[in-house]
């Protein structure tokens, strides 16, 4: 039913759910007198008495139809000093559903009666917000970079604290305060009390669901133990924390450390992220008694993201298995005489990909030196030192700006035929019968026009409905030899600068965030809430061991992370999936993710319709070009 001007009738909305003290319910709708799903417009509601959790809110609407959905806030004062001095909404959680409601001028009062079920609770539709103004600061204490079996934490001369079984190690205690002359500058309280959320993951694979506590009273962390300890703040610069290590002892009193991570510890704008903090103890000697290893993570607010009006990191589910095609028509390194054509990670690639059958494209995003994300796969690239020899050099691609990349002579390791852009793939394959031929793709000294597009480029130069499966190239330590990490850019700075590129650009393209990088994938889930994100495993079987990251080390441990952070899927290696397809059920079915797989494996037609029929909804192969059988393998599997 149409707005008809003129004709307005009153609303009263009445809602029951229960929120956190500080904490206040707000709507927000598709009329500006709800709001216009606008975060700086959210309409709140009034409790309707002290002791109950019901809230009311009463507006005039003219005649119409609109939608409309709840959210949690918390109202924020900020530092005085502050450019933008006020009160600002921090936005904990929203309706991942719109309700929709009928205006009718009928006269009398229109009334609607919600219920409101908070995030986390099993009938819930809610999602937690993302981060609007307040920072978010992560502690997660863990087990040992490359020994499982050794603790984060160490008391000096105290053997027994390592191993695997010695059940609950030590408990901690983390109390955040305010570092600097706080009664000058600030006039606000930490936004909400600290959270410790803890998972545990068993010998056999099991995990169980995260435990939250709400305090700053002493947490028992043991071996098999993730604890992550959050706390919000107004200016991550100014937190510190004190923490607090006890170990119990059977034969004597109990060992007491104590230790301070400062504002100048925390990695806001760097890219290693591991401190250790010494602990002390509290004798007049302050003695150093051990130590703590803590992996820190600082979110800030992502401030351009878009309105409330549409959200789909909890909800998005195509209503079939997708063909994906690995960097557009499959990666250079899988180039066989029929796909010389294709460059990957390139337009051209994309383009026939779609022709091809696929309905999307995954491909590898990075940073420029000059900020500019490009899509391509590899950290680094060689360029040629001359014309007149074959002499390469190894340059990064962040320490290169763009005009630099399209300047320099790439060595490619093969030659691609020149397309025609009016010729199918399956034509353009069987007209030529020519090999890979290696050399340069273009004279000596000149770059191929195709290479290093900007993610700006590839969305608007890819056909519109190819979905994007966009993976954000941020370096692991355990991969890295050349030593990127070191060097390379803040995770905030490299987040927002690509998250700029995709709100401008994507429309209604479909879109779809991944990571092998947990830390990458944690700020993408909490600086927006419109795009879903998977955590990409490299993983090759359920208890396969290859990084330093505990989230990383199995599957049972990546799952058990997706599931803790609220990710909508993960994105596993296919080998041992289809060895035993029973566990793409448990991943689906049981756990009720999105699950991607990739590999070698996934180029043979048959293992594509088995992992299809148990339940997986993306199959990312480099054989999109050689027929269109892997697209009706897909089909037919629905």
């Avoid at 028509?329 to 180039?335: E, I, R, T, V």
Wanted: net charge negative; hydrophobic share 35%.
């Amino acid at each position: 039913m149409a707005e008809e001007e003129g004709k307005v009738a009153q609303c009263c909305f009445e809602v029951t759910g229960h929120c956190v003290e500080g904490d206040a319910v707000c709507l927000t709708g598709s009329h500006p007198q709800l709001g216009a799903w606008k975060i700086d417009s959210l309409k709140p509601l009034q409790k309707a008495h002290e002791d109950t959790n019901t809230w009311t809110l009463t507006c005039e609407l003219p005649v119409g139809q609109y939608f409309y959905r709840y959210v949690i806030v918390r109202q924020l004062a900020t530092c005085r000093r502050s450019s933008s001095p006020g009160s600002h909404t921090a936005l904990h959680q929203w309706e991942s559903v719109k309700r929709s409601l009928v205006v009718t001028n009928s006269g009398d009062q229109v009334c609607v009666y919600d219920t409101y079920e908070p995030a986390g609770s099993s009938s819930s539709s809610s999602d937690r917000g993302f981060l609007t103004v307040e920072s978010e600061i992560q502690l997660r204490i863990s087990r040992e970079k490359h020994d499982p079996l050794t603790p984060p934490v160490h008391f000096h001369n105290q053997p027994c604290l390592t191993g695997a079984a010695v059940g609950d190690i030590c408990d901690v205690c983390i109390e955040p305060y305010w570092f600097g002359p706080r009664s000058e500058d600030c006039d606000f309280d930490a936004p909400c009390p600290p959270v410790y959320t803890k998972t545990l993951v068993s010998a056999t694979g099991s995990c169980s669901e995260p435990t939250v506590h709400q305090s700053s009273d002493w947490v028992t962390y043991s071996i098999d133990n993730t604890l992550v300890f959050t706390q919000s703040t107004c200016d991550a610069t100014r937190q510190a924390f004190k923490v607090h290590v006890r170990y119990p002892q059977a034969d004597g009193p109990a060992i007491v450390g104590h230790g301070c991570l400062l504002p100048g510890q925390l990695p806001i704008r760097e890219a290693a992220n591991t401190v250790t903090v010494p602990l002390m103890n509290g004798s007049a000697m302050m003695q150093c008694v051990g130590h703590i290893t803590v992996n820190c993570l600082v979110i800030t607010p992502y401030t351009r993201s878009p309105d409330l009006s549409e959200t789909h990191a909890l909800t998005w589910t195509p209503e079939r298995s997708l063909c994906v095609g690995h960097r557009g028509m499959g990666g250079s390194d899988k180039l066989t005489r029929d796909t010389a054509s294709y460059i990957e990670n390139t337009v051209p690639s994309f383009t026939y990909a779609k022709r091809a059958g696929a309905d999307m494209v995954e491909f590898d995003v990075l940073l420029t030196s000059d900020l500019v994300p490009i899509v391509y796969h590899d950290y680094t690239f060689k360029a040629r030192v001359s014309s007149q020899t074959r002499d390469t050099l190894e340059l990064s691609i962040h320490n290169c700006s763009l005009a630099n990349l399209r300047s320099l002579d790439i060595d490619l390791a093969y030659q691609p035929r020149p397309v025609d852009p009016k010729v199918s793939p399956t034509q353009a394959s069987s007209s030529s019968s020519a090999h890979l031929d290696l050399g340069s793709s273009v004279p000596a000294g000149a770059p191929h026009p195709s290479l290093f597009p900007t993610l700006e480029e590839v969305f608007s130069g890819s056909p519109t409905g190819l979905g994007f499966n966009i993976e954000l190239k941020f370096p692991l330590a355990c991969f890295d030899p050349l030593d990127v990490v070191a060097s390379y850019f803040d995770r905030n700075v490299f987040v927002d600068t690509i998250l700029d590129v995709v709100f401008h650009c994507a429309g209604q393209r479909e879109v779809l965030f991944s990571s092998f990088c947990p830390d990458v994938c944690t700020m993408l889930r909490r600086k927006q809430g419109l795009y879903p994100v998977v955590f990409l495993s490299e993983i090759n079987s359920p208890d396969c061991v290859i990084t330093d990251d505990t989230r990383c080390s199995s599957l049972y441990e990546s799952l058990a992370y997706v599931h803790s952070e609220q990710l909508r899927g993960i994105a596993s290696q296919s080998d041992f999936l289809v060895d035993d397809p029973r566990k793409i059920a448990d991943i689906v079915e049981t756990r009720g993710l999105l699950l991607f797989t990739y590999g070698n494996v996934n180029n043979r037609l048959e293992n594509v319709s088995l992992q299809s029929d148990h339940g997986a909804l993306g199959v990312i192969s480099d054989a999109i070009d050689r027929n269109r059988c892997l697209r009706k393998a897909v089909s037919t599997s629905q």
